[in-house]
């Protein structure tokens, strides 16, 4: 129910869904001859489209995000586990066309191929079913995995976990699927997604070292104009807004300790 009712709350809520509402309802008020109340919520419609679109708003959003968690600045001597949590793949081109079609966040994959390569004896837990609410062939983890494996990583050391639908669910099942588990393990995922992901993986009592990869900002942004990127400055507004809000509800229910959890400790 979780899952279903959050898919439909993100159809509704997103920017761009929020401006057609707006103008929508603009209609109808105009429509009813009520051309006072139209124009505000049709400029309000106009308005939301203009920020999203043709500023950095987005950018100033997701920065802390993306500065909450760094990289160790000294790489562990052993890791026994390395998890990549599912979103880097196109599921329905990948399993429509018999390949592994990445997405945006392409990044976790490569980051977690480097990752493999530098600990050889790791092994490499992909997590992550399908997404969506209509379902697709393949997962996510088994697109990632026949990646993965084409570029030399043994099948041997992958496990992975097809299940799960969101990133709740990723922890609860990568928990399940590892059992008891000694030695360090490294959480591989999008720099504006690590902080709910790490409050959700220690939440289920599994400690892990955060590898973001997949950064969407530059980490000093400010806000300002910007004419020339109104489709990456709205993807980024969603991306933002989505996450945020992600926090904020997952916090409320108590799934994750705070609105925006924090390192521990330095990397060492």
């Given at each position: 129910?979780?899952?279903?009712?959050s898919?439909?709350?993100w159809?509704?809520?997103?920017?761009?869904?929020?401006?057609?509402?707006?103008?929508?309802?603009?209609?109808?008020?105009?429509?009813r001859?009520?051309?006072?109340?139209?124009?505000?919520?049709?400029g309000?419609?106009?308005?939301?489209?203009?920020?999203?679109?043709?500023?950095?708003?987005?950018?100033?959003?997701?920065?802390p995000l993306?500065?909450?968690?760094v990289?160790?600045?000294?790489m562990?001597e052993?890791?026994?586990t390395?998890?990549?949590?599912?979103?880097?793949?196109?599921?329905?081109?990948?399993?429509?066309r018999?390949?592994?079609?990445?997405?945006?966040?392409?990044?976790?994959?490569?980051?977690?191929?480097?990752?493999?390569?530098?600990?050889p004896?790791?092994?490499?837990?992909?997590?992550?079913?399908?997404?969506?609410?209509?379902?697709?062939?393949e997962?996510?983890?088994?697109?990632a995995?026949?990646?993965?494996?084409?570029?030399?990583?043994g099948?041997?050391?992958?496990?992975?976990?097809?299940a799960?639908?969101?990133?709740?669910?990723?922890?609860?099942?990568?928990?399940?699927?590892?059992?008891?588990?000694?030695?360090?393990v490294?959480?591989?995922?999008?720099?504006?997604?690590?902080?709910?992901?790490?409050?959700?993986?220690?939440r289920?009592?599994?400690?892990v070292?955060p590898?973001?990869?997949?950064?969407?900002?530059?980490?000093?942004?400010?806000?300002?104009?910007?004419?020339?990127?109104?489709?990456?400055?709205?993807?980024?507004?969603?991306?933002?807004?989505?996450?945020?809000?992600?926090?904020?509800v997952?916090?409320?229910?108590g799934?994750?300790?705070?609105?925006?959890?924090?390192q521990?400790?330095?990397?060492?």
């Amino acid at each position: 129910m979780f899952f279903l009712l959050s898919k439909v709350f993100w159809l509704v809520a997103q920017p761009i869904s929020v401006c057609v509402l707006l103008m929508l309802a603009a209609l109808v008020l105009v429509a009813r001859r009520r051309m006072g109340w139209g124009l505000w919520v049709g400029g309000a419609g106009v308005s939301v489209l203009l920020v999203s679109a043709y500023t950095s708003l987005g950018l100033v959003l997701i920065t802390p995000l993306e500065n909450r968690f760094v990289r160790p600045a000294v790489m562990p001597e052993q890791v026994s586990t390395i998890i990549m949590l599912g979103g880097a793949t196109d599921g329905r081109v990948s399993s429509a066309r018999g390949i592994s079609e990445l997405n945006d966040a392409g990044d976790r994959v490569f980051e977690t191929l480097r990752l493999a390569q530098l600990y050889p004896a790791a092994r490499v837990v992909l997590t992550g079913g399908s997404g969506t609410l209509a379902g697709e062939a393949e997962s996510e983890a088994a697109i990632a995995g026949r990646l993965l494996q084409a570029m030399g990583i043994g099948q041997e050391r992958l496990m992975l976990e097809e299940a799960s639908r969101n990133t709740d669910e990723n922890a609860a099942r990568t928990r399940e699927l590892l059992g008891t588990q000694s030695g360090p393990v490294v959480l591989v995922t999008s720099a504006f997604h690590m902080p709910r992901s790490v409050g959700l993986f220690e939440r289920v009592g599994l400690a892990v070292v955060p590898w973001p990869a997949d950064y969407r900002s530059a980490g000093n942004e400010v806000l300002s104009v910007d004419l020339a990127n109104p489709l990456l400055n709205l993807s980024i507004m969603s991306l933002a807004m989505r996450e945020w809000i992600g926090l904020a509800v997952y916090a409320g229910t108590g799934k994750i300790d705070s609105v925006l959890p924090a390192q521990d400790r330095p990397p060492e």
